[in-house]
């Protein structure tokens, strides 16, 4: 919960009530974006995964593309950052009693 506090850190919860979304029919992965670094050179976004084989890095526009629209569906019925701090501290507190 410390972390969720930090500026480049969001956590956000999808309650058991938003059944059929996107993140049922996606792998787990993380979408990295790097900022414009002083030498002008931008780094292209990849897309992170991490399998029993191993790490794979992959750049193509196909798959950056697709995992950007799961971000967002993800994200459209996920709880804001707000309210998945309050779930997650009642819910601690269930079970730390």
Not at 21 to 38: K, N, T, W, Y
Not at 49 to 54: D, I, L, V
Not at 56 to 73: G, H, K, P
Not at 78 to 87: H, I, K, Q, S
């Amino acid at each position: 919960m410390e972390d969720s506090e930090r500026h480049n850190v969001s956590l956000r919860v999808i309650p058991f009530s938003a059944f059929g979304h996107a993140g049922l029919s996606v792998q787990s992965f993380s979408l990295m974006r790097f900022p414009l670094i002083l030498t002008k050179l931008v780094e292209p976004p990849v897309v992170y995964t991490e399998g029993a084989e191993g790490a794979l890095y992959v750049e193509r526009a196909d798959v950056i593309t697709r995992s950007s629209e799961a971000i967002t569906a993800l994200e459209q019925v996920a709880l804001t950052e707000r309210d998945t701090r309050v779930l997650v501290l009642k819910i601690a507190k269930e079970h730390a009693a």
